[in-house]
């Protein structure tokens, strides 16, 4: 644990936690460096927010140790572990104005009036609120809000700030420039934060690194670009992004190369698994092309077209029972192909994942 301590600004060693009968931390470990932007990743009831609330300090875990800075803090109440935190709704003080809501960290911990101000017009520039300073909170949009929640809990200067959820009452277009916006602001500041959200895209946009949970585990730690390239299991597979996805049977195993037979037609990718194995292969939607233009090729039937802009998704005619899906995505429809249409998918060995069959 002495090695896990050191590798991280935060680090959560063996982390558990029981409601009930319900195990909703399960054993959980977790090192984020300083200065890094990490999301917890997965569906709702996974156990995000219980983890972020033992960081903070409102939940003890049942066993396990938390530690920031080399420090454990696993004891410590929450107003003594110097963490921000912006909640879903905000929690914004609604009788008070944009910069007494910012001040009110500062007061709580005895800051001088004359060295909170400076500190607050600080913070409302970093939001860029400068100008919004009088108005009473209730007078702000919803981004407005949002923005002035993350000034509050900068302004203490806290050594790991959480954010749970923290644009789930947005609209989609507001939501998209807030993460942008989020994600350089604190790399401006260089501070430590953990994000939760259930949404994949939007982990996929702000983060450093993005840890998947599943039933109160991380199931994979990892960058977007690795996560989404390389995930380690059918379950990340299926929370990051779509894929086509084809059960099958290692028929042949040489050299970290495997021929799966599946339902379509034999498919090579790399991997290690001994023939006879029972598998899934899987590729994203962009690594397939309509063709014979790369190794592996399957004929298929397209179900459903949808056009989405910038790229048209071909939905395939596949079994709707078992593991077998599909989409690919094409820059563009080529004439001629619709609902019913007859194709043939190609796509390289090398974009060709397996997983054993679950
Ligand atoms: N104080 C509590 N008492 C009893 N059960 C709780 C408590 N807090 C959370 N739970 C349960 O623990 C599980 C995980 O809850 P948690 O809030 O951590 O999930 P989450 O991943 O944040 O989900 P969501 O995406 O819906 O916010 C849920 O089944 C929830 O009902
Ligand atoms: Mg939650």
Redesign the pocket.
């Known amino acids: 644990m002495a090695a896990l301590q050191q590798a991280g600004h935060l680090t959560v060693a063996g982390a558990s936690k029981r409601?009930?009968a319900?195990l909703?931390l399960d054993d959980l470990s977790l090192a984020v460096a300083k200065g890094e932007f990490v999301s917890l990743l997965?569906?709702?009831?996974?156990?995000?927010?219980?983890?972020l609330r033992c960081i903070a300090g409102l939940l003890r875990p049942d066993a396990g140790h938390i530690s920031v800075a080399g420090r454990d803090i696993t004891t410590l109440p929450a107003h003594r572990r110097n963490v921000g935190v912006v909640f879903q709704n905000y929690a914004l003080f609604p009788h008070l104005t944009v910069a007494e809501n910012i001040a009110f960290g500062l007061r709580a911990q005895g800051v001088s009036k004359s060295e909170s101000a400076p500190r607050v017009a600080e913070a409302l520039a970093l939001v860029r609120m400068t100008e919004h300073a009088g108005k009473p909170v209730t007078a702000l949009s919803g981004g407005q809000q949002q923005r002035v929640a993350v000034a509050r809990a900068l302004v203490v200067r806290p050594s790991l700030l959480l954010l749970d959820?923290p644009f789930s009452a947005l609209d989609r277009k507001l939501r998209e420039t807030m993460q942008v916006e989020l994600k350089h602001l604190l790399r401006e500041v260089g501070i430590t934060a953990i994000f939760?959200t259930?949404d994949q895209e939007e982990a996929l946009v702000v983060s450093d690194r993005i840890a998947v949970m599943n039933a109160g585990r991380i199931e994979q730690l990892a960058d977007p670009a690795t996560l989404y390239g390389r995930p380690a299991s059918l379950y990340v597979l299926d929370f990051v992004g779509q894929s086509t996805r084809l059960a099958g049977q290692v028929t042949e195993a040489a050299g970290g190369m495997l021929a799966v037979q599946t339902a379509l037609g034999p498919v090579r990718a790399p991997g290690q698994f001994a023939p006879g194995s029972r598998v899934v292969v899987a590729v994203r939607p962009e690594a397939v092309v309509l063709g014979e233009a790369a190794e592996n090729r399957i004929a298929a039937r397209v179900r459903e077209v949808s056009f989405l802009g910038s790229r048209t998704q071909l939905h395939l005619d596949l079994p709707e029972e078992g593991e077998d899906r599909g989409v690919v995505e094409l820059p563009r429809l080529p004439e001629g192909i619709g609902p019913g249409s007859a194709v043939t998918l190609a796509f390289r060995e090398a974009d060709t994942m397996v997983f054993p069959a679950p």
């Open positions: 409601f009930g319900a909703v997965g569906p709702s009831g996974c156990g995000k927010t219980t983890l959820e939760v259930h």
